[in-house]
């Protein structure tokens, strides 16, 4: 489908059909306003405003320039193929982490997600739409392989912007999608049954227990789940990088429409109902389709308390750089976050990153450690007029 929701915004009429008068809308009158006012405090005429082609940009979570699910393209390069023949941004950003969501390769998100502590794969997603100020996600929903087509049919058939369980399974049965018993692989499930084989009984902490813990214990207690999953990660069993598996992608084509989806399968080996950042507008996701968009993997927790995809646009709407609004946002949830999640440095015992791209078509991706703690250089993906490819993500701490 052609990109007729920009033509249409472009179009809009602002005249009365009934009795031909000029009818203005409160926008139009106050900006208006505004530059009547600026000619009669300079006494000159009103500065134009001077229309800017914006350059058509895909940025995503590493992932994004990995998986092909058997085809030929990857999710940036489909996503940016589709945008640059037209069509519309957020279908586009979509076709793309179909791909990703649908490769029982990936561990992170969709088909073969690693699941929660019960061995179910249950996912999150939303999305975002600029021009047409849409929105919609799902949280917990399990059975459907594409979790971000159904975030987008919330936006588009529904007023609502979350629908979360079963309730958001029933909704994607309704809209005609195929539910599944089950979305495990053969290769999750293993994964799965060989973290219960490993796992501490007490996965599911007593809370009279953690309360009258000192500090240094709480850290270990509170840890204990993650560390089978970080060994498991160390032999190679599962991706290091999945552990907080997402994928995010953002997009901007010529006319500086700006639209994201992000989705997931979440936090491997959960608890039962847990929900992360990911299909919660602000902190998974934003954007405004006059400055730009920001979206975030790793720790969900850690940006749900600080609205941190929310804080990087609007850190560019006060004119910062896309890196610098990244940044930004990292400081502030280092700032705000609880003690039993630093390390004797002081440092955040997790990773968060974003992926950043601005209404013109500047990019970054910043992280707390843009290494790994072997030393490797982390990345994020980018689809331009140069093609797909891995950019350098920019570590905080190192």
Known sequence: MKDIHTEELKTKKITDAVDGSTRVDR???????????ALAATGGAPAIAQSRTS???????????????GGSETCVERAWRLIN???DVLESLIEGVNIVELDPEDSS????????????????????????????????????????????????????????????????RQMGFTIEDDLNTDRSRQRFLEWKRRID????????????????????????????????????????EHLFGTINCNGVNRNGDVCGVTTTSGLAWKIPGRVGDS?????????????????????????????????????M??????????????????????SRLLNEAGEPTFNVNFYVVAKDG?????????????????????CDENGGRHEPIEGLIR
């Not at 089978?228 to 990660?233: G, P, R």
């Not at 970054?364 to 993906?381: D, E, P």
């Open 201 to 240: 009984p007490s996965h599911y902490p007593d809370p009279d227990r953690q309360a009258n813990l000192s500090p240094d214990a709480v850290r270990e207690f509170t840890r204990q789940s993650l560390q089978v999953a970080e060994q498991m990660a160390r032999e190679g069993l599962i991706d290091p």
């Open 279 to 315: 299909p919660i507008l602000g902190a998974g996701l934003y954007l405004h389709n006059d400055v730009g968009a920001a979206g975030s993997t790793g720790r969900g927790e850690a940006n749900l308390y600080n609205l941190a995809s929310f804080l990087c646009v609007e850190e």
């Open 27 to 37: 926008r139009t009158f106050l900006g208006v306003s505004t530059a009547i006012g």
């Open 362 to 382: 500047r990019h970054a991706g910043v992280a707390f450690y843009g290494t790994s703690g072997s030393g490797s250089q982390r990345y994020y993906a980018v």
């Open 85 to 87: 023949e037209g069509e």
């Open 109 to 172: 998100v969709g088909f073969g997600g690693l699941p929660d502590a019960l061995g179910h794969v249950t996912l999150d997603s939303c999305c975002m739409h600029g021009p047409l100020k849409r929105a919609g996600g799902v949280a917990a929903i399990q059975g459907v392989r594409t979790p971000s087509k159904v975030a987008k049919a919330v936006a588009d058939l529904t007023d609502h912007h979350l629908i979360v369980g079963q309730g958001a399974q029933d909704f994607a």
């Open 55 to 69: 350059r058509p940009v895909v940025v995503s979570s590493g992932n994004g320039q990995v998986y092909r699910n």
């Open 317 to 338: 709407r006060r004119g910062a750089d896309p890196k610098d609004a990244g940044l930004a946002a990292l400081r502030r949830i280092w700032e705000n976050t609880e």
